[in-house]
Nanobody, 122 residues
Framework: QVQLVESGGGLVQAGGSLRLSCAASGGIFSITIMGWYRQAPGKQRELVARISSGGSAVYADSVKGRFTISRDNIKNTVYLQMNSLKPEDTAVYYC????????????????WGQGTQVTVSS
């Protein structure tokens, strides 16, 4: 069973920083894309940033220049460094792993973490 465990959320004042981590486990052979999404109350889940196994990253316009995504392919872990946080960044942040291949098994599947709350006070 593949599990994604997120950590690093919390309460921070506007202008502050947080670093989210998401570790994937469960006999994983490879993960094509790892990414972060967020969902604010009353809004749809939206992409924040995603990164390929080769290190190519894509960011939402709203976070460009403030957030940095990175990953450790050996540890199957993705990070999101969030700087200059704004109240509008407040949301539950979810980690996603796309096209996960498990050792000794056929097929590739997508998985989600349980989410971690980020609250930015003004």
């Amino acid at each position: 069973q593949v599990q994604l465990v997120e950590s690093g959320g919390g309460l921070v004042q506007a202008g502050g920083s947080l670093r989210l981590s998401c570790a994937a486990s469960g006999g994983i052979f490879s993960i094509t894309i790892m990414g972060w999404y967020r969902q604010a109350p009353g809004k749809q889940r939206e992409l924040v940033a995603r990164i390929s196994s080769g290190g190519s990253a894509v960011y939402a316009d709203s976070v460009k220049g403030r957030f940095t995504i990175s990953r450790d392919n050996i540890k199957n872990t993705v990070y999101l460094q969030m700087n200059s946080l704004k109240p509008e960044d407040t949301a539950v942040y979810y980690c996603e792993a796309q096209n996960v291949v498990r050792s000794g098994q056929l097929g590739a599947f997508d998985y989600w973490g349980q989410g971690t709350q980020v609250t930015v006070s003004s």
